[in-house]
């Protein structure tokens, strides 16, 4: 991320964005469970939204410096923070209720990487569980935005296709302007 990102997600607009708006579409209609994974986290605008929401967070971060800073400030909570790869999760399959990745897709190097990461989301949840996303559209404002700072978008159209392949069912995608939101579920073992 560059420095206006780590800037603007570290702001208190960002918080309250994220617990007034974001959170609220992302989850309408849907249940966390007990245990979410928070892909990363960054600051942590929104582990400390999910925990006011599910019983247990677990937060997954790229970058040390928010790793140390995250966990300093969720030490004595039920949140655990973990330094780790979206495509590469460092977890043992079916650990967690439900997987939420915020602002974090487009920055994986690849649609290849992104699609490893799909498949450890899948991988992770418990049959049953949910995945949820929220992501921003390819625009030249939003390429603006991220010079100096890895900028893959998901297309809305592809995530569909693209989640159904690694396993989820109930694939659901919400565009709102320049935004879009994903829901999908780990069905249950037959």
């Given at each position: 991320?560059?420095?206006?990102?780590?800037?603007f997600?570290?702001?208190s607009?960002?918080?309250?964005?994220t617990e007034?708006?974001l959170?609220?579409w992302?989850?309408?209609?849907y249940?966390?469970?007990?245990?979410?994974?928070a892909?990363?986290?960054?600051?942590?605008a929104?582990?400390?939204?999910?925990?006011?929401?599910?019983?247990?967070v677990?937060s997954?971060?790229y970058?040390?410096a928010?790793?140390?800073?995250?966990?300093?400030?969720?030490?004595?909570?039920?949140?655990t923070?973990v330094r780790?790869?979206a495509?590469?999760?460092?977890?043992p399959?079916h650990?967690?209720?439900?997987?939420?990745?915020?602002?974090v897709?487009?920055h994986?190097?690849?649609?290849a990487?992104?699609?490893?990461a799909?498949?450890?989301?899948?991988?992770?949840?418990?049959?049953?569980?949910?995945f949820?996303a929220?992501e921003?559209?390819?625009?030249?404002?939003?390429r603006?935005?991220?010079?100096?700072?890895?900028?893959?978008?998901?297309?809305?159209?592809?995530a569909?296709?693209?989640?159904?392949?690694v396993?989820?069912?109930?694939?659901?995608?919400d565009i709102e302007?320049?935004?879009?939101?994903v829901?999908?579920?780990r069905a249950?073992?037959?």
């Open positions: 991320m560059n420095k206006f990102e780590n800037w997600c570290g702001s607009l960002w918080r309250f964005v007034r708006k959170l609220p992302i989850l309408s209609g249940a966390l469970g007990d245990h979410v994974l892909v990363g986290a960054g600051p942590g929104t582990t400390h939204e999910l925990l006011r929401r599910a019983g247990r677990t997954l971060e970058d040390p928010f790793v140390a800073k995250l966990a300093e400030r969720h030490k004595a909570t039920r949140v923070v780790g790869d495509a590469t999760l460092p977890f399959d650990t967690f209720s439900s997987v939420v990745a915020v602002l897709l487009h994986l190097r690849s649609q990487q992104q699609n490893e799909f498949q450890e989301f899948h991988r992770v949840l418990r049959p049953g569980g949910m949820f929220f921003i559209r390819d625009s030249w404002l939003q603006a935005g991220h010079i100096r700072s890895t900028f893959v978008p998901v297309s809305p159209a592809s569909f296709a693209r989640l159904t392949v396993g989820f069912s109930r694939v659901a995608v302007r320049t935004a879009f939101r829901c999908a579920l249950t073992e037959a």
